[in-house]
């Protein structure tokens, strides 16, 4: 296993995952600034990569959709495969579940039957996402989030730690929901929501002013 992209924070619960798993990290790619990671001996510089030439599956590490993204269409540029998910054990996954390759399912995390987990998609620890769900591309989940049964989540959505949507409820592209927010009715494309009954603070598509590039 390779883990692009290491100034991410959160590398280091892939990490644990990697081990918890049984799966060797061959190399910690360091695309630029600090590497957190807490195998130093596997950090890698990208351009040295690329000069060793490995041939192993990656996973991009970061939380913000926007850098997940960034990350995966570098090391596919650099000709680099995208893993298969990575699962920790300590996870649920029904049978029935789909989960495209790139995604990240952290420690304690339930995912219901019939649900469809798309590319890149990171669930973080202890969420949890009920039967019929759909969860678009690099969408993340924050920790102890709660999607109730048929819910349709767009792509590059950030649900933020311990936010509740409820059943039958649609988010669209590129939404924000803030920690601990509840949310009862459908999202436009764009739009932030916060509080309890959540209450959109932008709305419709476009609206979504933030620029999170580097963010990871």
């Known amino acids: 296993m390779i883990l692009f992209g290491v100034r991410s924070p959160i590398v280091v619960e892939l990490e644990e995952s990697?081990?918890?798993?049984?799966?060797?990290?061959?190399?910690?790619?360091?695309?630029?600034?600090?590497?957190?990671?807490?195998?130093?001996?596997?950090?890698?510089?990208?351009?040295?990569?690329?000069?060793?030439?490995?041939?192993?599956?990656?996973i991009p590490c970061a939380f913000a959709p926007s850098r997940r993204r960034a990350l995966t269409q570098s090391a596919l540029a650099m000709g680099l495969t995208l893993a298969d998910a990575l699962i920790d054990p300590s996870a649920i996954v029904a049978s029935t579940t789909r989960i495209y390759p790139g995604c990240y399912i952290n420690a304690g995390a339930v995912i219901g039957a019939v649900t469809l987990v798309g590319e890149g998609v990171l669930i973080n620890r202890s969420a949890s996402v009920g039967h019929h769900c759909i969860i678009g591309e690099y969408t993340s989940i924050g920790p102890g989030a709660v999607l109730?049964?048929?819910?349709?989540?767009?792509?590059?959505?950030?649900?933020?730690?311990?936010?509740?949507?409820?059943?039958?409820?649609?988010?669209?592209?590129?939404?924000?929901?803030?920690?601990g927010a509840i949310v009862r009715r459908a999202l436009p494309a764009g739009s932030i929501a916060a509080g309890s009954?959540?209450?959109?603070?932008?709305?419709?598509?476009?609206?979504?002013?933030?620029?999170?590039?580097?963010?990871?």
Do not use: K, M, W
């Open 148 to 179: 109730a049964g048929n819910v349709h989540v767009g792509q590059d959505v950030i649900i933020g730690a311990g936010a509740v949507i409820l059943p039958n409820v649609r988010i669209g592209d590129n939404c924000v929901i803030a920690a």
């Open 18 to 58: 990697c081990l918890r798993a049984g799966l060797t990290i061959r190399a910690a790619v360091n695309t630029g600034g600090p590497s957190r990671v807490t195998r130093r001996d596997r950090v890698i510089s990208r351009d040295d990569y690329l000069a060793e030439e490995h041939g192993d599956r990656f």
């Open 197 to 216: 009954p959540a209450r959109t603070i932008r709305g419709g598509s476009g609206a979504l002013a933030i620029s999170r590039g580097e963010d990871e």
